[in-house]
């Protein structure tokens, strides 16, 4: 006779607390997995394609709407594309300027995963609202959850023009500059954060979660010497630095039949992508008050303990906090520059950042008159697609053999996906290219 | 006795930039909310149930390019009293159903993706399959819309 707790279906429809939408399907009988399938659900928009025949200064502003939660990152990604294309060097201020707008981004953004989406899991709560008002503790991470959040969003308003989406930023430099008075007057809401971020810190570093792939993991990413995500180097844990950030050349691609969206391997190994790779690859690039203040945190860098990208997102709040704080203490004044002329000419561009989960990349292909010919994108999620399924593969293994239930098979595997930090919307709109 | 609004969350196809005004927009407003709405399912803040519960109001935001999608926006329709579009997708269907638009050679690309995991022919709007009772454009929509509308269903 069979027992219903060891023969079972599990149909996750979507996976709940995560950007966009993911399903998980596992067939177990007589305790054995017999079929384990992770995928993102979402439903392709086809903007690779939507590129092509458009005229290439709309690009940053149509890519910003593959992902709303990390539009910002698409939309400098799109901008630093097309000057390299047109060989266009934005200007120290401009520089300036796109690194705060990108560490408001990644304070709002882990801060939503990290209090939002895998706080609760840590108090066994569903929701970050169900935080007891009468509890002081939960009552201050409530508010903590909020207010950091809050002062990252301003950051990207004060110099983007929005948090998401971002109208200001244009190629070659803004088209509406952020006022002095504005910025200076975030300085103290950013100090103020900073022991809220250090809480959330200690918190993910005491976490007992843990979970190791049992094959290696290269993990890579771009690296930059101030930690900035907007340039550098493509670095991973084999030791191997790339001379040019051609993403699509450095990966390969792993298709996924039943996923809509694509996978990628490094070397024909296992990779990772996100914050716990940049903290394993280059912690010491860290700003200098963050490496102080969380010196014992940074302890367990290099890590492959999947749950840590939860502490590795915490400290790179931190740092974006005081590299903010360094960024606009050093601002005296703003100079009233325009955005650079374009010049288009036959090209092909290619950019890569550091996005908020990991390395992404874009492509161009530009004709003469300065239209799209053709379009590549890489997103993060896909290079981390793999070692998702796999691990949660063997998660769901180790606890068969430890009698769980399906309830907490599921629980455990919601908790696993969301601390890769996983963004369905950017992952699916990505088909394979064909360069002419 | 809960007097509580029931509110629902739901998105579709898009870039959920709504979802993530609408999740900073909590910065400032929720205490209030807290005390005013129960969020019976939102899957950006909770573990939401399968089957779609009854709601005072459900928020919809993104496109409609699948007939599994459609089914769904049509039990939420049976479901909420008042339905609120959210954001240029789920309103006026764009930038999602730029595949609408494609011209032949771009449309062939896609073909085989469309015909494996069954897109509906075109990308649809929310009021091309259900009756909508308030929208909020914008890309992302637009705050103060909807603070307005939130209020006026708060105070009713």
Known sequence: MHDVNDSFDINLEEVSKVEGAASLEIKVRNRKIIDLKFYISEWKRFYTQALQGKPVVAAPQLVARICGTCSNAHLLCSIKTIENAFDIIPSNQTKVLRKLLYYGLIIRDHGLHLYIFSLPDLYGKNSILDFDENDPKEKELLEDTFSVKEVGNQLSIVVGGRSVHAPMPTIGGFLKLPDLSNLKNLLPKLKEIRPKILKLIKIFAEALFRLEAKTKLNFSGLISHDFS???????????????????????????????????????????????????????????????????????????NNIFHNNLAQAIEMLHAVDASIDLINSLVSITDEKPQKIVPKKSVGVGTIEAPRGTLFHKYEIDEQGTITTAEIIVPTGQNHVLMEKVIFEQTEKLLLENAGKEKIIFEAERLVRAFDPCMSCASHFLKVKWR | MNSKLKVGWFSFSCCEDSTIIFTELLNTHYLEWKKKFEFVHAKVLKKSPDIIPEMDIAFVEGAITSDQQEKKLKKIREKAKIIVAIGACAVIGSPSNQRNFFNREQAEEIKAILEKFKFKEKVLKLSDIVKVDEVVPGCPMNEEVFLRIVNKYLNK
Do not use: C, W
Not at chain 1, 234 to 239: F, K, R, V
Not at chain 1, 248 to 267: D, K, M, T, W
């Open chain 1, 229 to 303: 995500f907007l340039e550098g180097k493509l670095e991973n844990s084999q030791g191997e630095t790339m001379l040019h950030d051609e993403l699509s050349s450095y990966l390969e691609e792993v298709i996924i039949p039943y996923s809509h969206a694509r996978g990628f391997q490094l070397n024909g190994n296992l990779m990772m992508v996100g914050a716990l790779a940049r903290l394993n690859l280059a912690k010491e690039n860290l700003n200098a008050k963050t490496k102080i203040a969380a010196a014992k945190y940074l302890g367990s860098f290099p890590s």
